[in-house]
């Protein structure tokens, strides 16, 4: 399969620097959940850029999930922020970020 490993991170931390140590959880065949990420998605995009994962991971939002305004989008680390100002994402919402076995993240 694609994946075979899946963490549960959550986008809030205590400190503006956030969790530094989630890009190497991500490795080839996990699934990254992070719950209400959106304020923090500018520093997810950069810091997936910058450990040039920008073509391995893809990313699926669901915000208010189940719910009459549910959305849903995907994107990658260099069009997160305009993805989420488009389609007015909001929390409540989970980014999934997938790293997938092969080399193209899908």
Known sequence: GLCDTLVLATGQTETATGNA????????????AIYMGVGAAGHTAQ??????????????IV???????????????ST????????????PAIMFLTRGHSASGQ
């Open 47 to 60: 810091t997936l850029i910058e450990a040039g994962l920008e073509q391995q991971v893809s990313i699926d």
């Open 80 to 91: 997160l922020l305009d993805t989420i100002q488009s389609a007015k994402i909001t929390n």
């Open 21 to 32: 140590k989630w890009i190497a959880q991500l490795q080839p065949g996990t699934r990254m």
């Open 63 to 77: 915000s208010r999930a189940q719910q009459s305004d549910q959305v849903i989008a995907q994107c990658r680390a």
